[in-house]
């Protein structure tokens, strides 16, 4: 796919995988369009950092959790920006959730970000779409794993690969759905440095991921014309120990 000169919408574009992934896009060229909640000033940045390299960013605020956020997110991008050829799913939350202590709010509110958001931001971003567009869904490998502390997270990132099947199929030929399934990668704030060590002592490559491990694979998904429907775990090789 060339990139160069083409518009992206990446959601949760102010901090961690999403700000990484919009400055890299950047950096090949592409109009970005930096979608963010809470994140202003990561988003400020982000944009900064694209000007910087050549491209043409735009800020859009949205709260994705609310009903109906996403198509008018993506409606306003493709109105303001002319055209809309990629669009990255990666808003998401993730919130340690132990089974006895799961609040139906909590629920709600990581299905309605995770999950919901995604289907409906790429429905509405379909129809803006020319041939050769690309959707990439930020999964998660809790999808592949039971992480006791974590299961509706899990199941919502779950819903993330089924649903990226899914569209990838329905949406064939003129555009293509895939998904990156991250693991260790830019741990969650909370966790200190004897789990970042543990994680790293535990995982077959002997190292935390990097953003830009998840963004290579982001831009490997965006050039490969021949690959849909696909999740590409990048997790240092957790997935395979015993």
Do not use: C
């Amino acid at each position: 796919m060339q990139l160069d000169g083409r518009v992206a919408l990446v959601t949760g574009a102010g901090r961690r995988i999403g700000r990484a992934i919009a400055e890299a896009l950047g950096g090949r060229g592409m109009h970005v369009a930096v979608h963010y909640h809470g994140s202003e000033r990561g988003a400020e940045e982000t944009a900064q950092a694209i000007a910087a390299a050549g491209s043409e960013p735009q800020l859009f605020r949205a709260d994705l959790g609310a009903a109906g956020a996403a198509p008018a997110l993506v409606n306003e991008v493709a109105r303001t920006m002319g055209r809309l050829d990629v669009l990255v799913n990666s808003a998401a939350v993730m919130l340690r959730t132990p089974i006895g202590e799961v609040k139906e709010a909590d629920w709600d509110a990581m299905f309605a970000l995770n999950l919901r958001a995604p289907f409906f931001a790429a429905q509405a971003a379909a129809p803006h779409m020319a041939a050769g567009g690309a959707i990439v869904n930020i999964a998660d490998l809790a999808a592949f794993e039971t992480w006791p502390a974590y299961v509706p997270h899990g199941i919502s990132k779950a819903g993330v690969v089924q649903m990226t099947r899914a569209l990838a199929r329905v949406l064939a030929p003129r555009i293509r759905v895939n998904a990156v399934a991250p693991g260790a990668v830019l741990l969650p704030e909370e966790w200190d440095e004897s789990a970042a060590e543990r994680l790293a002592r535990t995982t077959p490559l002997g190292r935390l991921g990097e953003p830009r491990d998840v963004v290579g694979a982001v831009l490997y998904l965006l050039d490969a014309d021949y690959v849909t429907g696909q999740t590409l775990i990048v997790d240092g090789g957790r997935h395979v120990r015993g």
